[in-house]
């Protein structure tokens, strides 16, 4: 599985941005998809994640109420909207896919896209 991740750029903090995802296969419903970020300096943090085959969705406390996640699993693409970002948003943002649900996804990803920069400045 490749995935192919964009959206990333430049924003002024309170902006908006909205990252996509897409695998290059379809993903099966035993799967989940989501994002992480690593910020320099830091560890890969998860961001969110979302089940392939329902409505499940977990988020980290620090984005609550402010990202979304979401997908279309006709074009096997899943999109991370962020809005009221915030200087610590920084970060490089990774597309992750697993077997099993989001809350699993959280603790380790099989297969992982190229990172894309967003970065909200003051």
């Known amino acids: 599985v490749q995935l192919q991740a964009s959206g990333g750029g430049l924003v002024q903090v309170g902006g908006s941005l909205r990252l996509s995802c897409a695998a290059s296969v379809r993903i099966f419903s035993s799967y989940a998809m989501g994002w992480f970020r690593q910020a320099p300096g830091k560890e890969r943090e998860f961001v969110a994640a979302i089940a392939w085959g329902d409505r499940r969705v977990v988020y980290a406390d620090s984005v609550k109420g402010r990202f979304t996640i979401s997908k279309d699993g006709a074009v096997n693409t899943v999109w991370l909207q962020m809005n009221s970002l915030k200087p610590e948003d920084t970060a490089v943002y990774y597309c992750?896919?697993?077997?099993?649900?989001?809350?699993?996804?959280?603790?380790?990803?099989?297969?992982w896209g190229q990172g894309t920069q967003v970065t909200v400045s003051s």
């Open positions: 992750a896919s697993g077997v099993g649900s989001p809350a699993a996804l959280r603790s380790g990803a099989r297969y």
